[in-house]
């Protein structure tokens, strides 16, 4: 009797676990189903999705993610949403949109688009760019001072040195081929750790450089096709089981003697360089990286007390300008790879443009050799930026080849020009649509490349090479005195 009970019992078990846990995929399937309503509610147009995957694949299509947005906007209009998975994200070339989102409104915006297993905003290794809210206020307060003026005059000698290896480089390679775009991949590193980090690598001379080969993994790992990528794409509620078998995966080939992910690497070699900085009682120059260590502090609970807070919550409190030791890590890290691949991307395009239109060489040579014919004359951020020619060529690759994808994450809920807009909601901007846009950009084709455009002045809000309002890109002006030197 006892025995038949403990069968019927376990027998009733099984049936019941089995109904709740089709119930639960079913609840799951439904709250899938409702979120593709999202701009259906809204009145807003989206292309045609797949339940599941929701637009991604046509998003990814060709390996050329602005130009399908590009080509939505041509088909659907200013604004309009599409799904990666089942996440709803806003598109807009909108320029009241826009203002609203990223300036007017940005305390409700106050977070970027997450990558796929980010996890939370409040992790402990989030940098600058992961953070949002009242933690992104205090750790911008603290990077902002950075890159002043006074500051960025003081790297003059650096950058020169670290531009001169590379003229000396061209000068020597006359008889083998010079691969421009890891050429400038190289110059950009060594620059950011000599003028950011104050640490001389001389990576363009060495060609096996292995924070060289680190980076480029990074980045190639990125545009790979990872399945559990996918699954964080098309899943986002269970990110916390996709982070935990990639940690539980890394740790298995780190006990087995394979070789660590690159990120890790790179966080490694900083924390050496960090622990040898903190223990020595030298005075270093005032550069990112000491910034960031004067920082430094152990009381993390002081730190991080008011990071949940709206920006707009904390008029009257005062914010600790302090970082964990974790936290300068990752922003160390960010910054080498934020700056590193849209630095050396840009400089590709502009010498590829000054290969096939030998007259914008010409005139750009002419302007350059007449200003500096007085030897007394040196190229400094000064006299750099007396090159008006210059400035508008330079501004015109960064119009003809967006290298950045802008967009904010909702993070209260508001109404932007009677649009509904709830917490989680990503507004991207469609860069192509506004920079070869005819009637901000006109009245030359703004698909023909024409430097003299910027002579005209135009709505600051078509320009949008490092994105705008509070969140602008904090490298910003290193990157444009790097861009302008070279």
């Known amino acids: 009797m006892t025995d038949w009970s403990f069968d019927v019992g376990k027998i009733l078990w099984l049936i019941f676990s089995k109904e709740v846990a089709i119930l639960l995929v079913f609840s799951y399937l439904m709250i899938i189903v409702w979120k593709y309503q999202y701009f259906k509610q809204r009145g807003i147009k989206t292309p045609k999705y797949r339940f599941i995957c929701g637009n991604y694949f046509d998003l990814i299509r060709n390996k050329s993610e602005s130009e399908n947005v590009y080509k939505w906007t041509m088909q659907l209009g200013k604004t309009f949403g599409y799904f990666e998975g089942h996440s709803p994200v806003l598109v807009t070339s909108d320029l009241d949109i826009i203002q609203e989102v990223f300036i007017r409104q940005f305390s409700n915006f106050s977070a970027r688009k997450k990558n796929p297993m980010e996890g939370a905003d409040s992790r402990e290794f989030n940098h600058l760019m992961r953070s949002s809210n009242c933690r992104w206020k205090r750790m911008r307060s603290i990077m902002n001072p950075t890159f002043s003026k006074q500051k960025l005059e003081k790297m003059n000698p650096l950058l020169n040195e670290c531009i001169d290896r590379l003229i000396n480089k061209i000068r020597n390679n006359i008889i083998s081929e010079l691969k421009i775009p890891e050429a400038f991949k190289k110059l950009t590193m060594d620059s950011l750790w000599k003028c950011t980090y104050g640490i001389d690598l001389n990576i363009q001379n060495k060609p096996c450089n292995e924070y060289f080969k680190a980076s480029e993994k990074i980045f190639a790992d990125a545009y790979k096709f990872k399945f559990i990528k996918l699954l964080s794409i098309f899943f986002p509620e269970f990110d916390f089981l996709w982070i935990f078998f990639t940690n539980f995966q890394n740790e298995i080939k780190k ?232």
Request: aromatic content about 12%; glycine content about 4%; hydrophobic content about 40%.
């Open 255 to 486: 006990r087995i003697g394979l070789a660590s992910e690159p990120k890790v690497f790179i966080i490694n070699e900083f924390h050496k360089t960090l622990k040898e900085r903190i223990s020595n009682n030298q005075e270093y120059r005032k550069d990112y990286m000491q910034l960031l260590i004067d920082s430094l502090d152990d009381d993390e609970k002081l730190i991080k007390k008011y990071d949940h807070l709206n920006i707009n919550e904390i008029k009257d409190i005062h914010l600790e300008k302090k970082l964990t030791l974790n936290e300068i890590k990752a922003n160390l890290k960010m910054f080498m790879l934020a700056g590193y691949e849209s630095t050396s991307f840009a400089l590709s395009f502009c010498f590829h443009m000054l290969a096939i239109k030998k007259d914008e060489q010409e005139t750009l040579y002419n302007e350059i050799e007449d200003f500096f014919s007085n030897e007394s004359i040196v190229p400094d951020i000064q006299n750099v930026n007396r090159l008006p020619y210059l400035d508008m060529f330079c501004k015109e690759i960064l119009r003809f080849y967006p290298i950045s994808r802008v967009a904010r994450r909702c993070v209260k809920q508001t109404t932007v020009k009677g649009i509904n807009m709830t917490p989680g909601l990503i507004v991207r901007i469609d860069h192509f649509a506004i920079h070869f846009d005819p009637v901000l950009w006109g009245p030359i084709d703004p698909k023909e490349f024409f430097p003299l455009r910027h002579k005209v002045a135009r709505n600051p809000l078509s320009f949008l090479a490092f994105g705008l309002g509070p969140r602008i890109c904090l490298g910003d002006k290193l990157f444009l005195l790097t861009y302008f030197y070279n």
